[in-house]
């Protein structure tokens, strides 16, 4: 397996802002379990959870030039990066509905379904020009199909997630609350214009729009993290 000298800002985008952002992540959902244990934490915590794992992962093949070992440690960075925004979805439907309506088994059942779709932009991976490839700085390129392909799977995520907050947001009486929600709300935009813009940065694969995408994505992914964080409230209290 070789290494490469990767350059000044290739290390500062993967183990300084990416850095910065999954501890960031795991900071928050050590706060969410440490208030609660109970499944509707659990569940929030994933959100965070989930990317951080990515993250982690994309430090471990940043440096490498194996291409069939970076395209699986790519792939895996995508899959629990994207997969996040189910875990927002279950957190909604618990909200709305209850625990009693939304039963372990249910929950499960939405996991385990989105897994299976976004895990299945696999099959990419073993058709050239229609998968993920690398350019000279080792930054993944996608191609349209793929593009495309991981777009769809997450809009099936993030609709949902949009439209329960907003349905939930209804719900509420108390002006306190709904203020507090508004945060939330704006949160979950502020990380889905994240995660797209990573989406068309790395189909186009320009230099500067990927810088561009880099530090607007990181101030977005952090604003939008902890929003979501704060706007929760008195919702995740024991």
Known sequence: MTLYLMSTTRIITVYVAQGFM??????LAFKILKRDRKRLNVIFSGFYISPAIGFIINFLYAPLTDEPVVLMLNFLTNF????SSIFIVVFNLILLKSEKAITSKKQLTILILYGIAMFSMIGFLFYPGFGVTFNENWSPIWSVPFFLYVAAIETIGVLPALYLSFQIYKKFEDELIKKKWKFFIFGLCSVIIFMYGIFISNTLNIDIFRTIIGVV?????????????YGVGRQIEK
């Open 217 to 229: 994505g990181l101030l977005l992914a952090l604003a939008g993290g902890y929003m979501m964080y």
């Open 80 to 83: 629990f990066i994207f997969y």
């Open 22 to 27: 999954c501890l960031f992540f795991l900071f």
